[in-house]
């Protein structure tokens, strides 16, 4: 796999030096094409950490930023914000930049923020007993039409001989899923965080995610999903604001290492923001990868994603890699963060 070009290794001895000096946030507070800000994410763990910790910790104060977070309700909306205009700078998952550049929308994404397939899962109700994964089949699941999670439950079939066309899909929402598994009415449920954690406190049994397995023939790590949470903008405010950019891009590094340096005070601060309890949060953040790294598992997960909404018809086609994605700028950020280029 190519790695990108590194820079120059002038202007990399020029950054150390700034970094060394405290000024690099000067520079960037003084490039700045635009100093005030709107970033549109979600009410959501796995989501919008990133830029409500940067937020509340100062990081992009400190870059010269006056920033305004919207956070919205439901990941889905975000999609329709970009293409109308209203949210140019947006933190969703990966699927949002897919389909939305499907759909005809110009736009880049500039960095990812998270691994978050271990948030996509699959709970057992209090009633289920499987002695292999194998007993899943002729056994009822609830899940949303749609839903990513099958990504998750297609490649565990194969990889453990699971015949899927032999469990019975019902369509519910996340909430009546959970409410059906505790009545009885479906045997396990399947869908994302933070509805996961709900569902096991409510007495289910974590099963499977893209990343964990606690199936009988199968305890640990699994590679059955990669999907991750990114920053994207339009390919108009990419070129008008590349400086702005670069500060946000900074102020989330920043807030990524506290998140991981100091979960604690992280918790504290995201709980009431984003309004679950502290136990509850620590849990769904336990499944993220907290991490703006460019490496092999991002590229991987991209094509079955792109596969996956195009064949449920979600997209009406599938986008070159390169069309939606731009790491350029998180480079002059930090290159280390480049592990591996577009392949």
């Known amino acids: 796999m190519q790695l990108f070009q590194r820079p120059n290794p002038i202007t990399r001895i020029s950054a150390v030096a700034l970094l060394i000096s405290g000024s ?85 994404v500039v960095a990812p923020l998270a691994q978050v397939a271990g948030t996509q899962a699959v709970v057992g109700g209090e009633n289920l007993e499987l002695s292999s994964a194998k007993d899943l089949e002729g056994k009822t699941i609830g899940i949303p039409a749609g839903a990513a999670v099958m990504i998750v439950i297609e490649n565990m079939g194969k990889e453990l001989g699971v015949d899927v066309s032999k469990i019975n899909f019902v369509n519910l929402s996340p909430v009546d899923a959970i409410f059906a598994m505790d009545r009885g009415d479906v045997d396990a449920v399947a869908f994302w965080e933070p509805y996961v954690t709900k569902a096991v406190l409510s007495g289910g049994t974590f099963l499977f995610s893209g990343t964990q397995s606690n199936l009988p023939d199968k305890q640990g790590p699994a590679e059955w999903m990669s999907a991750h949470t990114t920053i994207q903008v339009t390919d108009e405010y990419l070129e008008a604001y590349p400086n702005t950019i670069k500060a946000i891009l900074k102020s989330l590094e920043e807030a990524t290492d506290f998140i991981n340096d100091n979960r604690d005070e992280a918790i504290a601060i995201l709980a009431p923001e984003i309004g679950i309890s502290e136990d509850e949060l620590r849990q769904i953040m336990e499944r993220n990868s907290y991490s703006m790294d460019v490496d092999q598992s991002y590229w991987d997960g991209l094509p079955s994603v792109a596969q996956f909404f195009h064949s449920n018809g979600a997209m009406q086609s599938i986008p070159e890699e390169s069309t939606y994605n731009d790491f350029s700028l998180l480079e002059e950020v930090n290159p280390a963060l480049i592990k591996v280029a577009m392949p």
């Not at 709107?38 to 100062?58: P, T």
């Not at 870059?63 to 990941?75: A, K, Y």
């Not at 914000?81 to 929308?105: C, D, R, V, Y």
Request: charged share 15%.
């Open 24 to 108: 690099l946030s000067q520079v960037f507070a003084e490039s700045l094409e635009l100093s005030e800000v709107e970033i549109v994410g979600v009410r959501d763990a796995q989501i919008s950490s990133q830029q409500i910790i940067a937020l509340q910790k100062g990081f992009f104060e400190q870059n010269g930023l006056e920033v305004t977070n919207t956070l919205i309700q439901s990941g889905p909306e975000v999609g329709p914000m970009i293409a109308g205009g209203s949210a140019p700078i947006s933190i969703e998952l990966t699927f949002t930049a897919l389909i939305t550049k499907a759909s005809g929308t110009d736009l880049k």
